[in-house]
C-alpha cells in the first residue's frame, strides 16, 4: 500500500495467508514485520511464512446431477481424488462442467463449488453444486437460407449470453440482409411445456421457437444518377457499378 496504518500488517498477512492456501497449501504461522526503509518515511515489510503441508482432495462430490451424469464429466475435471487442492484448477473445472452442461441445452446452469476442511487440516471434500435449470430446446421454423444448425448455434451462444429477444431478432434480420432479404421477417416466442419423458432429472422444457418469413431475394438491377452536373452523371454512375460488382 502507498500508506502505512495501523492495520496495513493484518492486511498483509490476511493477503499471504489467501495466496498460500488458493495455491493448496496451509500454514502453521506468517509474520509480517516492518523495518526502516531506504528513506525516513518509509517502511519496508518482512514476511515470514512457515508451510507445513499440502491440501489434498479427499473426497469429490457433484451435488444437483445424477450418477450417470458424473460419469459423463468425470473426463472434464482436473481436480482429482489424492491431487493438490488449488483453487485456481477448481474455478476452471467450475467453467468447463458450465460449458459441458450448456453445449446440452442447460444454457442456464449455475456452477459453484464448496471446499470442507476435514479433520486431519491438511485433507479437503470438494464439492461441485451443479443447478441444471431448465432444459432449453430452440426449434426454427421458416428458414431456408441458413440451416438450422447454425441459427441454432447463434441463437444458443446469444442465450448464454443473456440477449433479449429483440436483440436476437436483430442478429438474425443482420445475418438475412447481408445476404440479399432486406424484407425478412423474425418472430421469437418462448414457452414452458411439460415433458412425458423426463430429460434427466426434469419434467419440463423450455421451448424457444424462432419463426422466420424470409421474403424475397432482392438483386441489384441498377439506378440512375440525378443532378451531379458537374461531376459527369455517368461517370459516378460506372464508378459506383464498377466498385459494386
Given at each position: 500500500p502507498d500508506i502505512v496504518d495501523i492495520n496495513t500488517e493484518r492486511r498483509i498477512e490476511e493477503l499471504v495467508r489467501q495466496i498460500v492456501y488458493d495455491n493448496g497449501y496451509i500454514t502453521s504461522e506468517i509474520v509480517v514485520s516492518g523495518v526502516s526503509g531506504s528513506k525516513s518515511n518509509e517502511i519496508d515489510y518482512k514476511i515470514f511464512v512457515d508451510i507445513v503441508d499440502a491440501i489434498t482432495v479427499a473426497k469429490i462430490e457433484y451435488l444437483g446431477v445424477s450418477k450417470a451424469d458424473i460419469v459423463a464429466?468425470?473426463?472434464?475435471?482436473?481436480?482429482?481424488?489424492?491431487?493438490?487442492?488449488?483453487?485456481?484448477?477448481?474455478?476452471?473445472?467450475?467453467?468447463?462442467?458450465?460449458?459441458?452442461?450448456?453445449?446440452?441445452?442447460?444454457?442456464?446452469?449455475?456452477?459453484?463449488?464448496?471446499?470442507?476442511?476435514?479433520e486431519e487440516k491438511n485433507r479437503a471434500n470438494l464439492s461441485y453444486n451443479i443447478k441444471l435449470g431448465d432444459w432449453v430446446s430452440i426449434k426454427t421454423f421458416g428458414n431456408f437460407l441458413f440451416d438450422d444448425s447454425i441459427?441454432?448455434?447463434?441463437?444458443?451462444?446469444?442465450?448464454?449470453?443473456?440477449?433479449?429477444?429483440?436483440?436476437?431478432?436483430?442478429?438474425?434480420?443482420?445475418?438475412?440482409?447481408?445476404?440479399?432479404?432486406?424484407h425478412v421477417v423474425v418472430n421469437i416466442k418462448q414457452e414452458l411445456q411439460s415433458l412425458l419423458k423426463p430429460h434427466s432429472q426434469h419434467d419440463r422444457v423450455?421451448?424457444?421457437?424462432?419463426?422466420?418469413?424470409?421474403?424475397?431475394?432482392?438483386?441489384?438491377?441498377?439506378?440512375?444518377?440525378?443532378?451531379?452536373?458537374?461531376?459527369?452523371?455517368?461517370?459516378?454512375?460506372?464508378?459506383?457499378?464498377?466498385?459494386?460488382?
Open positions: 464429466n468425470s473426463s472434464i475435471n482436473r481436480s482429482y481424488v489424492g491431487g493438490v487442492l488449488n483453487r485456481t484448477q477448481i474455478e476452471q473445472d467450475c467453467k468447463a462442467l458450465k460449458q459441458f452442461w450448456q453445449e446440452r441445452g442447460y444454457l442456464g446452469v449455475d456452477v459453484d463449488n464448496i471446499i470442507t476442511i476435514r441459427l441454432t448455434r447463434v441463437i444458443t451462444q446469444e442465450l448464454i449470453e443473456g440477449s433479449s429477444h429483440h436483440f436476437i431478432k436483430q442478429k438474425i434480420k443482420s445475418m438475412y440482409y447481408a445476404s440479399g432479404y432486406p423450455s421451448v424457444v421457437s424462432v419463426e422466420i418469413a424470409e421474403g424475397p431475394l432482392v438483386k441489384f438491377s441498377g439506378f440512375n444518377i440525378v443532378g451531379a452536373v458537374k461531376l459527369g452523371g455517368l461517370l459516378v454512375k460506372q464508378t459506383i457499378e464498377t466498385e459494386l460488382k
